[in-house]
């Protein structure tokens, strides 16, 4: 069985699979203040649990946050005695970068980059809805030529509360109008159906620029949340779409 792990800025995602089927998805939040082996206590603990511990034989890691990538690689070869594979502009990939600097791109979007491929019709963009809300568009030849990136709903929503007086913290949620009778749901509205707006606009400028239509594909925590107000935006949710990245490459450069 394979360990994949996709640190994220807010959280992290673990998968487990055994050959081609993901049989076991966690979450942890992604802390730089915890150690080894507070991290290496949590996956022995989540692992032995599941009786997994003693199956896991290979082990991947992607990461935005460089600080917890070298942390998560020390906890899996401390308390699984697995050596894990570190993803990277330099691994092996089923795509090629073709950006003016390769070494700026994030692990996690080679990594959604690289599923898609595998999995769907090219040319092909990849919205991520994070912390931040990513695309990442490949081409016909499988080229992953660039991409956009958009502050999140989450950033949206802190930002408004944190930087004005009277506005509130609130839960992210699918608005049911677009005029707000309230401070909540007007917030709700600015902000998801706000978004809803920039992501049909930005598809449609890329798709421009590729000179056709192209398969979208939008994954991560609130893909769902925009898929009731953009259903006809996507063509596939696919929220473990980078944790099946991650497991593709693994395959490529587990020798």
Sequence with gaps: MLLVIDIGNTNTSLGIFDRDK?????????????????????????????????????????????????TYKLAVEKYLAIKPISLSYKSKMPIKLALDNNK?????????????????????????????????????????IGGIIAPGLKIQAKALSQFTSKLPKLKIEAPKKAI??????????GIVLGHKSMIEAMVKNCEKELGEKATIVATGG????LFENSA?????????????????????NKE
Excluded: H, W
């Excluded at 609130?222 to 949340?225: A, G």
């Design 22 to 70: 993901l049989i076991y998805t966690f979450n942890l939040s992604s802390d730089i203040k915890k150690t080894v082996d507070e991290y290496g206590i949590s996956l022995f603990a989540l692992l032995n649990y599941n009786n997994l511990t003693k199956k896991i034989k290979g082990a991947i890691v992607s990461s935005v946050v460089p600080q917890l990538c070298e």
């Design 104 to 144: 700026e791109i994030g692990a996690d979007r080679i990594a959604n980059a690289s599923a898609v491929v595998k999995k769907y019709k090219l040319p092909a963009i990849v919205i991520d809805f994070g912390t931040a809300t990513t695309f990442d568009i490949v081409d016909k030849n499988s080229n992953f």
């Design 180 to 189: 707000g009778k309230d401070t909540i749901s007007a917030m709700l509205s």
């Design 222 to 225: 609130f893909s769902t949340i």
């Design 232 to 252: 006809k935006t996507f063509d596939y949710i696919d929220k473990n779409l980078t944790l099946t990245g991650l497991k593709e490459l693994y395959n490529l």
